[in-house]
């Protein structure tokens, strides 16, 4: 790269990389602090909680006051965003957040101040030394886009955030590299341009060639990332990525002086230190010989069966769970015998106490589509087989688990809201605080041992066991009554022990609600035909194949002789809805939004779905069938399509509230925070759509209600999980 003296007064560009990580150090340090003070504040409420006080998670002293109304403010700006419809397209955007949008900001200002500090670039004669400062900028740049890219990073344990919360920083990180290179090497070309002799350079000086070629494999790498890319195909993009990031990494090398090549070797070391502790977790977790708990298995640990359900999805399950984990996170898992090397993450759908790892998978496409047919085989088999479980079980390969949340058990109320099979991440939230208040109550010390009428506590019952939750709200949105068979028997176990502990005098509460939508911001849901039938599976005689209706849509296959039937075939829908529409007019109930939840369970209405329009759950309609004749009597009678209020899939639960239409997360949310005395969360796992619904809900129920500005509302601590790549 030549020389790199700078004029008198300049500083130098080794000081200036040191400047920039001083800042991005000071970040991560602020970030650290926030992580260790929220630590500190889940141990003090839990303590409080011991000491039987009533509101545990509302802050009384003067510090926690002011630490609270911090929160709060910050959490309005960090949380809001814009959103704009667009009429012809039937289409919302929504902006990012604006604490995201904050990050990236100071991160490319920080960058575009260091670049031109004290140089001038109208100045021809500064081109060359705003060239130097450019690159040396952008090589300090590489260990922050590997740091941000590691499932195993420094940044994650420091600031208590998980990797794929991370992923987002790392391509915009990435994306302003990006921009400084293409800065770097721009005012190279513009003075070379000069006396025309950029050509000369690309063709004769190598350093020329290998920093160009760096450009390149970085502009690919950039558009690439894009989120049509990764939906498009994203094991493509994952071996792509890692290829072209080794090439670029190649290409830099060489490109740097000597003096430079340590922003080149930090990199290489965090990602080679990065993989080593996966493999040596992962060797750990799946070899019976490193594992104390799965010796006796014999060379693998994870012994997987696979179960179809309603919905093309796949119950996946391992009786002896090899690892530890908490609920609300994942693993990666991988089988090699029915899709090769082949990760990917799967949401643990179970609690440690059930004692097994269980994992529900909705089939796509690749090795999600292959795990549901090979349970549909296993399942045509049964008649055959007296041991299905073990004749058809599987070795898997697991890694992790990854995944952080703060503890919900310090917050007063817990709100949590789920589409689809986002229930996999809030069902084993609910439940892992139901059995903590069940762990309080079996340590309970009997009445008559106590010096007063007063319970007390056995000092068996460690602080740390306890819990500051006392209500539990919990929506689920679906497609289909069928998928309500996922969580059955975890709702029930759920209603159960509540009810339990209420009639011992506990006072804690959990209220439950289903949504049954046809809302196409959720997946769709095909319908299920086949010869044998099995309550709760999803039966089919055709196999899935792929469609353009979407990167997340599901298209089906065809039976010879039947005419397809599109979701998205709006005279039809107009058509069902005319003939036998279930809402006022002819319209659809499950379409609409239930603005007040009481309002609509305490109509004349039922409280079941009467929805008959659905049509998505129609799998096949004889092809003499035509439009204008069609209505729900040719409609294959054995389908699990609602027509005239026929009663669809497993029957709700007493306790469990089911409505027709999507719900208003705003009214939802408000009531929860209306009866809290501290602090509530509020957990969202869906579609894109329901994740900005509720985060901009949170956003003007906190403005609305002034958290912690002098009017006694309490804070709201928002964890949003959208379904995204």
Not at 324 to 332: A, E, K, L, N, S
Not at 627 to 635: D, M
Request: aromatic share 10%; proline share 5%.
């Amino acid at each position: 790269m030549g020389s790199v003296a700078m004029s008198e007064g300049v500083p130098s560009p080794f000081y200036l990389q040191k400047m920039y990580w001083a800042v991005i150090g000071a970040g991560i340090g602020c970030a650290t602090i926030v992580n260790l003070y929220n630590e500190f504040l889940y141990r003090q409420r839990i303590s409080v909680a011991s000491r039987h006080d009533r509101t545990p998670a509302r802050p009384k002293a003067l510090l926690p006051t002011a630490m609270a109304t911090t929160y709060a403010l910050a959490r309005e700006i960090a949380y809001v965003s814009c959103s704009l419809t667009i009429p012809r397209l039937a289409r919302r955007w929504t902006s990012p957040a604006l604490g995201r949008v904050l990050i990236v900001m100071a991160e490319l200002l920080l960058v575009l101040v260091l670049c031109f500090y004290k140089l001038n670039a109208r100045d021809q004669w500064q081109w060359e030394d705003i060239g130097y400062r450019t690159g040396f900028i952008a090589a300090a740049q590489l260990p922050l886009v590997v740091l941000l890219s590691g499932k195993r990073n420094l940044i994650g344990y420091l600031t208590g955030t998980s990797y794929e919360r991370l992923n987002w920083l790392h391509r915009w990180v990435s994306r302003v590299l990006f921009l400084t290179v293409t800065i770097h090497m721009g005012f190279w070309f513009v003075g070379w341009a000069r006396y025309d002799y950029i050509k000369v350079k690309l063709t004769t000086d190598p350093i020329t060639q290998r920093g160009f070629a760096a450009w390149c494999i970085l502009l690919w790498i950039v558009l690439s990332s894009s989120l049509p890319a990764r939906r498009w195909n994203y094991e493509f993009f994952l071996v792509q990525h890692i290829v072209t990031a080794i090439g670029f990494f190649a290409a830099v090398f060489l490109h740097l002086p000597t003096e430079v090549k340590a922003w080149i070797w930090l990199p290489i070391a965090l990602l080679v230190c990065d993989r080593m502790v996966r493999a040596l977790n992962t060797l750990r977790i799946n070899v019976s010989c490193l594992n104390p708990r799965t010796r006796e298995l014999g060379n693998m640990c994870s012994i997987a069966t696979f179960e179809p359900l309603a919905g093309d999805t796949t119950r996946i399950t391992i009786l002896e769970p090899p690892m530890d984990w908490t609920p609300g996170q994942h693993v990666f898992l991988t089988c090699h015998t029915l899709a090769p090397f082949q990760a990917h993450p799967f949401t643990i759908a179970s609690i440690p106490s059930d004692k097994r790892l269980e994992f529900l998978v909705k089939s796509k496409s690749g090795s999600t589509k292959r795990f549901l047919r090979h349970a549909e085989q296993s399942l045509s088999l049964s008649a055959s087989s007296n041991d299905l479980r073990h004749s058809h079980s599987k070795s898997i390969i697991l890694e992790g688990p990854y995944g952080r949340i703060r503890p919900l058990r310090q917050f007063d109320s817990v709100f949590l809201i789920a589409g689809s099979s986002g229930a996999t991440f809030t069902v084993p939230l609910m439940r892992d605080i139901v059995s903590c208040w069940k762990e309080l109550a079996t340590n309970r010390v009997k009445p008559a041992l106590c010096h007063s009428s007063a319970s007390v506590w056995s000092r068996s019952a460690y602080a740390s066991d306890w819990a500051a939750t006392r209500y539990i709200r919990s929506v689920w949105v679906i497609k289909s009554r069928t998928q309500y068979e996922w969580f059955r028997s975890s709702l029930a176990t759920v209603e159960n022990d509540v009810r339990s502990l209420n009639d011992q005098g506990y006072s804690f509460n959990v209220e439950m609600s289903i949504y049954i939508t046809c809302d196409h911001d959720l997946k769709i849901q095909s319908a299920v035909k086949g010869q044998q039938k099995t309550p709760g599976y999803a039966h089919r005689e055709v196999k899935p194949t792929t469609v353009g209706q979407g990167p997340l849509e599901e298209n089906q296959g065809w039976e010879k002789g039947a005419v397809p039937i599109k979701s998205s075939s709006s005279a039809l829908r107009s058509h069902l809805n005319t003939v036998t529409g279930c809402g006022l007019d002819g319209t659809c109930c499950c379409r609409e939004t239930v603005e007040h939840e009481e309002v609509a369970l305490g109509s004349n209405q039922q409280r079941r779905c009467s929805c008959n329009c659905d049509i998505d759950e129609i799998k096949f309609v004889p092809q003499t069938a035509s439009l204008s004749k069609l209505s729900a009597s040719s409609i294959d009678a054995s389908s699990q399509t609602c027509f005239r209020e026929k009663n669809v899939g497993p029957p709700f639960d007493s306790k469990i509230a089911q409505l027709s239409g999507r719900p208003q997360p705003r009214n939802l949310i408000r009531k929860t925070l209306e009866q809290a005395l501290g602090e509530s969360a509020v957990v969202v796992c869906g579609p894109q759509g329901l994740v900005d619904d509720v985060r901009q809900s949170v956003v003007a129920l906190s403005d609305e209600r002034a958290v912690h500005k002098g009017s006694g509302a309490q804070g709201i601590y928002l964890h949003a999980e959208s379904f995204e790549y």
